[in-house]
């Protein structure tokens, strides 16, 4: 485990000296960005302008979150909203490593064009370690190419700037709690966003149907957690599967898709064992999904899979 102070004080100096003119942030909002942006903000000031993409892809209410959470922190921020460049990016696409590549590209190519307008030459990404373990670096197989490392192209016009590479999930909260990040608890979040949890086509429907089910399932899982009756699990969300299956809607019968539940244990995000959640939890999870989201989500499934054999997200 990282000293916080100590790793912010070598961070600061370390870019400083790596970087002799300007960078644009890759700001998503999640702690490992946020922390990244805020070393960049000490070490280089106004130097340094954050970006925060906003891709269609994202949580209910994360936009004005991560809005309001700039706008108090000081750092030089813009929001850009780019929705539909990446619906266009992922028309068609099912495959997940493709997903990937394809927003990691739009990413970029938004990132370059930020850069060019404010004269920067660096990009600073809060990639951590096991972004690129599983990503396949150090001779180890891909077993997902992060959007953040793989998913980069090869002919990107920006140099990187990683200063969390090194580090690991536990030790970005640490470094979070010490910069004084709020809910440096918040569970993670993955880069693509919501494309990775509608598997098979990501269409601005189907990313909908996933955004009320994730929202669900957090409002249900923190109130559970608040009354504790349960313990907050390291991660929990809903997944849209590629799957069509019949349901009954008063008289009717309706043909809708269906959602898996997933909530885990973990420490790194290396591994990862299924939580054991009441079965009233979980039928209320079941009850409001399929209310809220009436004849279009009519089944609702719990994944009991540890990592591994599976991994965290379905994709
Ligand atoms: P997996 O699904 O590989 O996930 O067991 C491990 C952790 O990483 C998150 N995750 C990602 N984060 N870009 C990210 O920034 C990605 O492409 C990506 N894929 C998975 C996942 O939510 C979990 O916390």
């Known amino acids: 485990m990282i000293d916080p102070a100590k790793f912010t004080e070598e961070a600061v100096s370390r870019l400083r000296a790596e970087v002799p003119g300007k960078v644009i942030i890759a700001a998503s909002g999640g702690i490992d960005s946020t922390v990244a942006a805020l070393l960049t903000e000490k070490a280089l000031g106004d130097r340094a302008r954050a970006v925060f993409v906003d891709t269609g892809l994202l949580r209910a209410g994360e936009v004005e979150r991560v809005r309001d959470f700039f706008r108090t922190s000081g750092l030089t921020f813009e929001v850009v909203p780019a929705a539909d460049r990446f619906f266009a990016a992922l028309l068609g696409v099912e495959d997940p490593e493709e997903k990937r590549r394809r927003i990691g590209t739009a990413f970029v190519r938004l990132f370059e064009a930020e850069a060019e307008r404010s004269g920067a030459d660096r990009l600073v990404q809060g990639t951590i370690a096991p972004d ?109 599967l590629p799957v069509r299956t019949v349901g009954v809607l008063g008289d009717n019968r309706v043909y809708g898709e269906a959602v898996s539940v997933r909530a885990v244990e973990s420490i790194d995000a290396m591994t990862a064992t299924s939580m054991a959640l009441p079965r009233a939890v979980l039928s209320r999870i079941a009850e409001r999904i399929t209310r809220e989201l009436s004849g279009e989500v009519v089944r609702v499934l719990y994944d009991v899979t540890d990592k591994p054999p599976a991994t965290i997200e379905w994709e």
């Open 132 to 240: 690129w373990i599983e990503s396949g670096g150090a001779l180890r197989d891909t077993i997902k190419t992060h959007h953040n490392v793989g998913g980069i192209p090869a002919d990107m016009r920006l140099t990187l700037v990683e200063p969390l590479r090194d580090l690991y999930k536990d030790e970005v909260r640490a470094l979070a709690r010490h910069l004084g990040v709020p809910e440096a608890e918040r569970q993670p979040f993955p880069g693509p966003g919501l494309a990775v949890r509608v598997n098979g086509p990501v269409t601005p429907e189907r990313v909908r149907r996933a955004r009320i089910a994730n929202a669900i399932v957090e409002e249900e899982i923190e109130r559970a957690a608040a009354a504790k009756t349960i313990a907050r699990p390291w991660q929990y969300f809903a997944v849209l």
